[in-house]
Nanobody
């Protein structure tokens, strides 16, 4: 099994910054990709940013030039700058994992709330 533990959410004023972190642990041989997704009330979960094992990144158009994803071993960080009220959502960490015992797994964190006030 794999556990993802997120931290760093909270309340911030528009224009402010927050940094989210997610640490993966468990029966991990390698993490092929990690990413952040978010879900606002009444909306579907959407991709925010992802980063692969080789460091390739992908961002939603709505966060390009404001958010930056980075990775250190089994931890992924999301630096969020110039936050807007529409960035308010529950942010979920995701990891695509090759297990020690073989096979692949897709895991999610419990979510962390980000609220941006206007």
């Amino acid at each position: 099994q794999v556990q993802l533990v997120e931290s760093g959410g909270g309340l911030v004023q528009a224009g402010g910054s927050l940094r989210l972190s997610c640490a993966a642990s468990g029966s991990i041989f390698s993490i092929n990709a990690m990413g952040w997704y978010r879900q606002a009330p009444g909306k579907q979960r959407e991709l925010v940013a992802t980063i692969t094992l080789l460091g390739s990144t992908n961002y939603a158009d709505s966060v390009k030039d404001r958010f930056s994803i980075s990775r250190e071993k089994n931890t992924v960080n999301l630096q969020m700058n110039s936050l807007k009220p529409e960035d308010s959502a529950v942010y979920y960490c995701n990891a695509d994992v090759t297990m020690i015992q073989g096979g692949l797994g897709d895991y999610w964190g419990q979510g962390t709330q980000v609220t941006v006030s206007s």
